[in-house]
């Protein structure tokens, strides 16, 4: 038989379970912001609206887990629209720390923009994770930038390799003259020169230009005189862009010399809509076999992996790459850091060490998180993609990986 309870004994158990109740409730949290620069409209937007969308589901998947588990903070996203514009760049980093306080940051996309926004961070102690930046000559330590997509020169190597490994001897390097993309054209051409084949650098092209003549003309001269002294399978071209690959493309295909040898890409133009949005360019692309890398998921997928991309599709459109991937890591990350090295905040020195370890103990949608010592990831693999004619229309397929 139950022993009954006195009046006093439950009025006080009620009493009790009142109080619990109400201190559940009345936690008062913090909420921290993190704010995206990304290229919403410009150059490379693919990238940008996807890492918005990858920003979005992260930051509500970080505050659902920090619910449950009790936690105060709580975290706020935003983006500001860099249209891969480092005047815009600076111009939104600036204007997010001094009118809204915020110190953490995801991108800018491009290493042109990551360029111009370095020393406002450094000076300012302002957290800047780049998902898309990949040039060697912002691979400095200690600095208050890291990169979660492998460098240039890891991008370079693998490249190099493929278009040796597919017979090329000769190769001619065109880029765009940023910082990234120049380091992509450094990095194939010097590794390719490194392994046995022949290396010829045409002179970087402005970023605004949209009249590729003296380009092409310049690249036709180069292609003639490889083209004298060996057959075409051993020739090939390789292009460092952004969007602007497109009026290139379009221009080429006039002249039936470019259409003799493949074209190879850098990993700004991968998955571009803008690219197969005009028949011109998207069949010249098929024509001479183009193709270009993406930075690629692990061989075992995270399993919350699908159900994020198609998330992201569903709201954009646009299938995302790991590029924006690793914004969905950078945001779990950086809250990670926040919420387990609270004794960090008000020491920047000892938060950059902090999120160095978490990031090094992080296994995320996009893999194992490793930096090296410059704060940048330190390894990666590369799915190839190219543009086919299917269904009456041009798009892109995953036609190879690196070895």
Same mark, same amino acid.
């Given at each position: 038989?139950?022993?009954?309870?006195?009046?006093?004994?439950?009025?006080?158990?009620?009493?009790?379970?009142?109080?619990?109740?109400?201190?559940?409730?009345?936690?008062?949290?913090?909420?921290?912001?993190?704010?995206?620069?990304?290229?919403? #409209?410009?150059?490379?937007?693919?990238?940008?609206?996807?890492?918005?969308?990858?920003?979005?589901?992260?930051?509500?998947?970080?505050?659902?887990?920090?619910?449950?588990?009790?936690?105060?903070?709580?975290?706020?996203?935003?983006?500001? $629209?860099?249209?891969? $514009?480092?005047?815009?760049?600076?111009?939104?980093?600036?204007?997010?720390?001094? $009118?809204?306080?915020?110190?953490?940051? @995801?991108?800018?996309?491009?290493?042109a923009?990551?360029?111009?926004?370095?020393?406002?961070?450094?000076?300012?102690?302002?957290?800047?994770?780049?998902?898309?930046? #990949?040039?060697?000559?912002?691979?400095?330590?200690? $600095?208050?930038?890291?990169?979660?997509?492998?460098?240039?020169?890891?991008?370079?190597?693998?490249?190099?390799?493929? @278009?040796?490994?597919?017979?090329?001897?000769?190769?001619? #390097?065109?880029?765009?003259?940023?910082?990234?993309?120049?380091?992509?054209?450094?990095?194939?051409?010097?590794n390719f020169s490194s392994i046995g084949g022949q290396t010829t650098a045409v002179t970087p092209y402005a970023t605004g230009m949209t009249d590729f003549s003296s380009v092409l003309a310049d690249i036709k001269q180069k292609l003639l005189s490889n083209l004298a002294a060996t057959d075409s399978n051993s020739v090939g071209l390789y292009l460092a862009s952004f969007d602007e690959c497109k009026e290139l493309f379009e221009q080429a295909s006039l002249d039936p010399i470019f259409s003799k040898v493949k074209w190879y890409g850098g990993d700004g133009i991968v998955l571009s809509p803008t690219l197969i949005s005009s028949n011109k360019a998207a069949a010249f692309a098929a024509k001479v076999n183009f193709f270009a890398p993406n930075y690629g998921i692990p061989a075992t997928p995270n399993p919350k992996l699908d159900a994020i991309v198609a998330a992201v599709k569903s709201k954009t459109s646009i299938d995302i790459d790991a590029y924006g991937l690793a914004t969905y890591d950078a945001m779990w990350v950086i809250a990670k850091t926040i919420v387990e090295n609270q004794n960090a905040l008000s020491d920047f020195g000892l938060f950059k060490t902090s999120f160095n370890k978490t990031s090094n103990a992080y296994n995320g949608l996009t893999g194992s998180l490793a930096l090296n010592s410059n704060g940048d990831r330190s390894s990666g693999t590369f799915d190839y993609y190219g543009i086919v004619f299917e269904n009456n229309v041009y798009t892109w397929k995953l036609v190879g990986k690196s070895i």
């Open positions: 038989m139950k022993k009954k309870l006195s009046v006093a004994t439950a009025c006080l158990i009620l009493m009790l379970s009142a109080c619990k109740k109400e201190n559940t409730s009345t936690i008062e949290t913090e909420t921290i912001q993190i704010a995206g620069l990304f290229s919403l #409209t410009g150059n490379w937007s693919s990238l940008g609206i996807t890492s918005q969308e990858a920003m979005n589901i992260a930051t509500s998947d970080i505050n659902t887990y920090l619910e449950s588990n009790g936690s105060k903070y709580r975290f706020s996203s935003s983006v500001y $629209d860099t249209k891969l $514009d480092t005047l815009l760049a600076k111009s939104a980093i600036e204007k997010a720390f001094i $009118d809204s306080k915020i110190k953490y940051f @995801i991108g800018p996309q491009s290493s923009e990551l360029a111009a926004v370095r020393a406002y961070a450094n000076a300012n102690n302002l957290l800047v994770v780049s998902q898309g930046s #990949t040039a060697s000559s912002l691979a400095i330590a200690n $600095d208050a930038v890291f990169r979660f997509c492998p460098g240039d020169a890891v991008e370079g190597a693998a490249m190099a390799n493929s @278009i040796f490994l597919a017979g090329k001897r000769k190769l001619i #390097t065109v880029a765009r003259d940023d910082a990234g993309n120049k380091g992509l054209q450094q990095s194939v051409g010097t």
